[in-house]
């Protein structure tokens, strides 16, 4: 059996924490989180992860912020991001599209697509 | 601010109805936002720094004493609430500054399941987790409730419909629209 596919989720809710814990690890997923993109750059620092999914609206540090900070990074390069937000304006698709998103969830998510598209991102 | 103040200033203030399954946010004097409740819930928060309100009104399905947990959605009740909450922080609230009141969540009759106090117990749970200060609630009960909230200055006047039939409120099934679809780029 191959390894779990190991995901950051970065959300300040703890509400929508629970909820992502919840549908990922049903889907047999590997799940760490952090509360915003402060929490996950540390995080992210010193451990491995083979896909994010980031909220938009965070204190400190956005999702926005972070995606950018990522990609700053030759260590993400690559690294699969997935924004999931509340947000369905097309400038903000739009921004996170250019800071280097790989996809972009609406909420409320359904955990049967957000794990076919982590699972489509990862593999 | 629990005195219930007069919600008359110089002008009428322009009303507006928020509907099952909106949420809106305003820092405008000029605005009252208005609902009538039965068994569905509002919330309205209030950030007295930024003098910046909003005000969300939902019904989510089934209780989930109800045997079957699936039916009660509690993902699209969760988003109405961060929607609600995002509006309010687009226009300059801070989330730890936010005051909460809760009302409606009437039950309609015995031998019903009581889908108002479900939907009481998920907004008070929400507010918890999310360390949202409630400071007002008026929830639950038999009888619906007419609520007018000024946002931009945080006050609520709810008036018990005693004599009015409570109004049927379809549970809110989730807009095609909010199917979690996935874009990759």
Request: with cysteine; aromatic share 6%.
């Amino acid at each position: 059996m191959h390894k779990a596919t190991r995901i950051l989720t970065v959300d300040d809710s703890p509400s929508m924490r629970a909820l992502l814990m919840q549908a990922l690890t049903a889907h047999g997923f590997d799940v760490e989180q952090a509360e915003d993109g402060v929490e996950a750059l540390e995080w992210l620092a010193t451990n491995e992860v083979d896909l994010v999914i980031t909220d938009i609206n965070m204190p400190r540090m956005d999702g926005f912020g972070l995606i950018e900070n990522l990609r700053g990074s030759a260590r993400h390069t690559d690294r699969p991001i997935l924004v999931l937000t509340t947000e369905s304006s097309d400038e903000k698709k739009k921004r996170a599209r250019d800071a280097g998103a790989t996809g972009w969830i609406v909420k409320p998510f359904d955990a049967e697509k957000l794990a076919t598209a982590v699972r489509r991102v990862t593999h | 601010m629990e005195r219930r103040a007069p919600l008359r200033s110089s002008a009428e203030p322009t009303k507006i109805t928020i509907m099952q399954g909106q949420a809106r946010a305003s820092g405008d004097t000029s605005l009252e936002y208005t609902t009538i409740l039965g068994s569905c819930v509002a919330t309205c928060l209030f950030d007295p720094v930024a003098k910046v309100g909003g005000m969300n009104h939902f019904l989510l399905a089934e209780p989930p004493s109800n045997r079957d947990p699936e039916h009660f959605d509690e993902h699209y009740g969760l988003f109405l609430m961060e929607l609600l909450v995002n509006e309010t922080l687009a226009l300059g609230a801070k989330k730890s500054r936010l005051k909460a009141r809760l009302y409606g969540g009437a039950n309609i009759r015995d031998g019903l399941a009581p889908i108002g106090s479900a939907n009481a117990a998920f907004a008070r749970s929400f507010l918890l987790r999310e360390s949202i200060e409630l400071t007002q609630e008026d929830l639950e009960g038999r009888h619906a409730r007419r609520v007018h909230f000024l946002p931009s200055r945080g006050l609520v006047r709810c008036r018990t419909l005693n004599d009015e039939p409570l109004p049927m409120q379809q549970p809110l099934r989730r807009p095609k629209s909010a199917g979690g679809d996935v874009e990759l780029f």
